[in-house]
T-cell receptor, first 112, second 119 residues
Framework: QKEVEQDPGPLSVPEGAIVSLNCTYS??????FMWYRQYSRKGPELLMY????GNKEDGRFTAQVDKSSKYISLFIRDSQPSDSATYLC????????????FGTGTRLKVLA | KAGVTQTPRYLIKTRGQQVTLSCSPI?????VSWYQQTPGQGLQFLFE???????NKGNFPGRFSGRQFSNSRSEMNVSTLELGDSALYLC??????????????????FGPGTRLTVL
């Protein structure tokens, strides 16, 4: 079993829909949680960063962390065709390193 | 400001050969990390350098090695290539090493990657 599990998709939604992307993990020591977006033929870019449990909002994006359930989510409101990409979750036990554990990514397609 | 550049972008090698990939970080950045991305395993951490010192290493065999130069440019080398080494190799740079802490984040910026195919 992988340390971080993520549904690979693809997930297809109509434009304007609310998208929910999720990751589960097994290592209770994870404290730092990230979401990345990766367009085809590009490197990942950071969307959201959360420490420990709770919610964080940035524009149309909301990240949630539930450490008791070992479950993190990324919500995208009013989804746009430009949101079509692969979304990766990443986690770390400590600060001071980029030695993250990544999910395998979920492919999202937003249909116009 | 120019982004992270990686050369070459595409590479085809045969089993048993070795390969060297290059990464030029954003100007002023001192931290460079390397990752391997495959469809089955996703992104996996290879190693992390800060000011020419390797600070962390992932769970890869010794065939994978890296180094960082005084100008922060970094190279990674894979010797005795295997079919399973076919992957997208990504490097990322940041101004400081690692996450900053609870409320802030030293963002790292990824390059476009080098696509390595081993035949």
């Amino acid at each position: 079993q992988k340390e971080v599990e993520q549904d690979p998709g693809p997930l297809s939604v109509p434009e304007g829909a609310i998208v929910s992307l999720n990751c589960t993990y097994s290592n209770s020591a994870f404290q730092y949680f990230m979401w990345y977006r990766q367009y085809s033929r590009k490197g990942p870019e950071l969307l959201m960063y959360t420490y420990s449990s709770g919610n964080k909002e940035d524009g149309r994006f909301t990240a949630q962390v539930d450490k008791s359930s070992k479950y993190i989510s990324l919500f995208i409101r009013d989804s746009q065709p430009s949101d079509s990409a692969t979304y990766l979750c990443a986690m770390s036990e400590t600060s001071g390193t980029y030695k993250y554990i990544f999910g395998t990514g979920t492919r999202l397609k937003v249909l116009a | 400001k120019a982004g992270v550049t990686q050369t070459p972008r595409y590479l085809i090698k045969t089993r048993g050969q070795q390969v060297t990939l290059s990464c030029s970080p954003i100007s002023g950045h001192r931290s460079v990390s390397w990752y391997q991305q495959t469809p089955g395993q996703g992104l996996q951490f290879l190693f992390e350098y800060f000011s020419e010192t390797q600070r962390n290493k992932g769970n890869f065999p010794g065939r994978f090695s890296g180094r960082q130069f005084s100008n922060s440019r970094s190279e990674m080398n894979v010797s005795t290539l295997e079919l399973g080494d076919s992957a997208l190799y990504l490097c990322a740079s940041s101004s400081m090493g690692g996450l900053a802490g609870q409320s802030s984040y030293n963002e790292q910026f990824f390059g476009p990657g080098t696509r390595l195919t081993v035949l």
